[in-house]
């Protein structure tokens, strides 16, 4: 098992601009995280972040980005990312797939971590339904970055604008998918304090690394008191996504104030193996008592090997397990032409 060390321990590089985003949050909380890095074609990605912890991918201006050119765009940064990876025991990448760059370098940083000898978790954020043409790259880079990576982590963004409790407009749905997002991930990787039982880096790795997908489930249903109702919510997220019954283990973490009680825990924990109907898995908890009055149940459950993702890249349904040859490909900028002639 993992020993509980501090130092040096835990990377967390954010990717593009929705991961950009999320893990600048992230670093805004008090968490087990030794280093925040960020990797992005965009510069105004890095506006909130410290510039020594930004990796800015050069692009063309009059070029359409496309997964595979941003990858041919990184080669020249990948001394720059290893840096930024190395000697970490534990390396989370997190992104938005579906656009460029998040799906280009995701499963790319990912492996380059696994390579530097780091525990490789992805954190991959899922369009929105209404993101019809992100569908297929979100579906291929999920793939990609599983196969590049220990564990991964899916968070649904139509679970987090879901768990919402304001009324969205489309102006803020980032920032209240993104706060539901924090919170959830915040409550995972937060330190243990006199008012809160954090899961610990153990109990999370000990759900995530195992076959198939971490699915995160979220739901806000009330107050305080309302623990057992905002379990039951965050069970029906991740139903939207996967068959819950299939979850082996899972970690229930809540974000509240000091007012949650430890019956209202005890009632939601004991309660998820019945609303999951599966009596057998394996349940942790943890509880994060530096939020507000309004309670957040975060559902991460694990063993997941279906899910509704696998309809988003259908060239892997029709391959069913079998692989093409395609996982270093990348586009350059330049043609054949610039090579030189082989006669
Ligand atoms: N939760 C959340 N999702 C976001 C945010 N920004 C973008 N997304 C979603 O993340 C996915 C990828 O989008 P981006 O992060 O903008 O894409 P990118 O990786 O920067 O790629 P390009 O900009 O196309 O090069 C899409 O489904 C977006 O809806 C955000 O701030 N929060
Ligand atoms: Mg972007």
């Known amino acids: 098992m993992f020993d509980q060390k501090t130092t040096d321990e835990v990377a967390v590089i954010g990717i593009g601009s929705a991961g950009t985003r999320i893990v600048s949050l992230l670093s ?8 925040y890095a960020y990797v992005s074609c965009d510069a105004e990605d890095f506006s909130p972040v410290d510039p020594k912890d930004a990796i800015h991918i050069q692009s063309p201006i009059d070029q359409k980005l496309t997964p595979s050119l941003v990858r041919g765009l990184a080669l020249p940064y990948h001394g720059r990312i290893k ?14 797939l579906g656009g460029a760059t998040g799906s280009g370098l995701a499963p790319m ?10 525990t490789t978790v992805g954190v991959a954020v899922m369009p929105f339904e209404f993101e019809k ?7 291929v880079s999920l793939r990609r970055l599983r196969a590049a990576s220990r564990g991964v982590v899916v968070v649904d963004n139509e679970t987090l604008m879901h768990s919402s409790p304001e009324e969205s407009t489309l102006a803020n749905l980032y920032d209240s998918a993104n706060k539901a997002a924090v919170k959830a991930l915040g409550s995972l990787l937060t330190k243990s304090t006199a008012a809160s039982k954090s899961v610990g880096l153990n109990k999370l790795l000990g759900a995530v690394l195992r076959d ?54 005890g009632l939601a924990v004991s309660r998820f193996g019945s609303l999951i109907d599966n009596q057998s898995v394996d349940v942790e908890y943890g509880v994060d008592c530096s939020g507000s009055s ?26 069913r397990g079998r692989v093409m ?19």
Do not use: H
């Not at 940083?109 to 780091?118: L, N, P, R, T």
């Not at 043409?133 to 579906?139: H, L, P, V």
């Not at 694990?302 to 391959?319: E, H, M, N, V």
């Open 133 to 139: 043409r992100m569908k297929f790259y979100a579906g």
């Open 83 to 96: 840096e930024a990876v190395g000697g970490f025991k534990v390396v989370f990448v997190v992104a938005g």
């Open 294 to 319: 309004q309670l957040q149940v975060s559902v991460l459950a694990s063993g997941f090997g279906a899910t509704k993702y696998d309809d988003y890249d259908p060239l892997a349904k029709i391959l």
């Open 325 to 343: 040859d395609d996982d270093m490909d990348t586009s350059l900028l330049w043609g054949l032409e610039a090579l030189p002639s082989c006669g």
């Open 212 to 265: 198939g997908y971490s699915l995160l489930g979220v739901s806000s249903n009330g107050g305080v008191e309302k623990a057992e109702d905002a379990l039951a919510g965050a069970v029906v997220s991740l139903g939207r996504i996967a068959d819950a019954r299939e979850a082996s283990r899972a970690v229930v973490s809540l974000n509240a104030d000091t007012n949650l009680s430890a019956q209202e825990v």
């Open 28 to 35: 805004r909380k008090p968490l087990f995280i030794d280093r």
């Open 109 to 118: 940083v990912a492996s380059i971590a696994q390579e530097c000898g780091a």
